[in-house]
């Protein structure tokens, strides 16, 4: 693994008897840099490599993340045919989970060769993106969703640098549902003839977690949610966004 720093929010006895995952590297002048970049008081990580950074905090408790997953899995729909595929090369292929897009009206996302207009805005994914915002101090208009039923349902390795996209606000990724490995390889590194040897970055994702990739992780660094056979229970992630509508391409599909 490469190296990276991690990091935390300087926080009370309290907070710090909670949280037990180490020792961060850096000390005063990093958590006193953290504390004052997010607007929520809790506890944070940085997670740092060349041209990555990242903040991984968790968001929900237990019992509310249990709420929340069975909420969307009552509220969400997924997108089916066309719509559930993606162009590789010319070629058609289905995704290898359940996909679908919310967000404010007229909003739509394109990449792998589909144009996704976004549904409005359910009570429990307004909860989920107010918190966000809150924990974060950014605002987000729309939230790419994607389903994974269990193990064998992934992600291959991609970039999240579309250019409706807005470059000064990270993606925030949460995570309900079974704990995921997730994958960060860098550009120079991918391929059996890369020109540099820089080792992949592999973080877990929990249940009720919030991981913000921030500007410049998506020019530099791919990233992917392999195949994990032995994870039999599913997996929603919510990726919020904020689009600039101008950039937006004008072929739109309807549902």
Not at 168 to 196: E, N, Q, T, W, Y
Request: some cysteine; charged content about 30%.
């Amino acid at each position: 693994m490469d190296k990276f720093v991690t990091r935390h929010r300087k926080r009370s006895v309290d907070e710090a008897d909670e949280w037990k995952s180490g020792e961060p590297i850096k000390k005063c002048k990093d958590e006193c840099e953290v504390e004052e970049e997010f607007s929520q008081p809790i506890p944070w990580q940085k997670f740092e490599a060349e041209g990555l950074d990242c903040d991984y905090s968790f968001l929900f408790e237990k019992e509310e993340a249990d709420h929340l997953l069975k909420q969307l899995e009552e509220e969400v729909m997924y997108f089916t045919g066309d719509k559930a595929k993606v162009q590789v090369y010319g070629k058609s292929y289905q995704v290898p989970r359940k996909q679908a897009t919310y967000g404010d009206e007229g909003l739509m996302y394109s990449f792998s060769g589909v144009q996704l207009l976004a549904k409005p805005w359910t009570p429990t994914l307004e909860h989920i993106r107010d918190a966000v915002t809150k924990a974060t101090g950014h605002t987000f208009n729309f939230v790419l969703i994607n389903r994974y039923k269990d193990g064998h349902d992934h992600m291959g390795e991609h970039r999240d640098d579309e250019r409706e996209l807005d470059p000064a606000c990270p993606i925030a990724s949460v995570s309900l549902g079974a704990v995921r490995d997730f994958i960060f390889r860098h550009k120079d590194a991918r391929g059996g003839s890369s020109k540099r040897q820089i080792e992949p970055v592999k973080l877990e994702l929990a249940h009720g977690s919030l991981l913000l990739m921030n500007y410049p992780t998506n020019t530099y660094w791919y990233h992917s949610l392999p195949v994990r056979k032995k994870v039999k229970t599913p997996r929603i992630n919510l990726t919020f966004r904020c689009i600039v509508k101008n950039r937006q391409k004008t072929s739109i599909k309807m549902d």
